[in-house]
């Protein structure tokens, strides 16, 4: 009787592991499929990727073969909101303002594959949270910046509203592209209550955009 309870035990155990083991292996086999947006440039050719595996760094062949991708025209190219990850290789920065400027994007990973040093433009980005930049050559190849952390609700509005005094809050942020040349480490400087861009930096590009209206509260984030 003995042996027999005794074999019996590791059977049932083994079945048990089996269960919780699957249920693992499921779990996470859901969490790597979940897709997140690759675009690159080259040769004048902009690609559209949907990825369910990250993907090296500018390694344009790989992207093509292990992602979803498509060909897309620059004229065809329109504002959107992107609020799961995005990627973009770039090698200039005429397609990467293209791209980024004034786009809403909440977590950004942008990496430079060119060989030639960057000017230094500026690119406004709306809601960003988390920026990661790799710029492959240089003292400090890779780094990230954390903007703003949110409450992880992914139908959160880019404008969140303040209910004690009912303003409008806004995250707008302008990116130094000559950052990408390495030769410091990233750093990103916010200043919040805004209420009038154009009056607080008279001098910054595009602040004549900006709505001056009453109700609405700028958190500016300069990134460099």
């Known amino acids: 009787m003995e042996p027999r309870a005794f074999s019996a035990f590791p059977f049932w155990l083994a079945l048990i592991l089996a269960g919780l083991l699957g249920i693992h292996i499921t779990g996470s086999f859901v969490r790597s499929q979940k897709n997140h947006t690759l675009i690159f440039t080259k040769e004048n050719t902009i690609r559209n990727c949907s990825c369910s595996v990250d993907i090296r760094d ?9 992602c979803n991708c498509k060909t897309v025209l620059p004229s065809t190219m329109e504002k959107t909101t992107y609020k799961s990850h995005l990627t973009i290789w770039f090698t200039d920065t005429s397609v990467l303002e293209m791209l980024l400027n004034f786009t809403r994007v909440w977590d950004l990973k942008l990496s430079f594959c060119g060989t030639t040093p960057l000017p230094t433009e500026y690119l406004a980005i709306w809601g960003l949270r988390k920026l990661q930049v790799n710029k492959v050559k240089g003292r400090f190849p890779e780094q990230s910046v ?3 952390s949110s409450n992880n609700n992914e139908n959160e509005d880019l404008l969140a509203v303040n209910n004690k005094d009912r303003q409008m809050l806004a995250y707008i ?6 950052l990408f040349n390495g030769y410091s480490l990233l750093k990103s400087y916010s200043v919040e209550n805004v209420s009038s861009i154009t009056e607080h930096f ?5 602040s004549d955009v900006f709505s001056t209206s009453d109700n609405k509260s700028y958190v500016v984030t300069f990134i460099y």
Do not use: E
Not at 58 to 66: G, P, Q
Not at 173 to 178: E, G, K, V
Not at 202 to 206: A, G, I, Q
């Open 58 to 66: 500018c390694d344009y062949c790989l992207a093509n073969l292990m």
């Open 146 to 148: 954390i903007i703003h």
């Open 173 to 178: 942020s302008f990116l130094d592209t000559s």
């Open 202 to 206: 008279p001098s910054l590009l595009y």
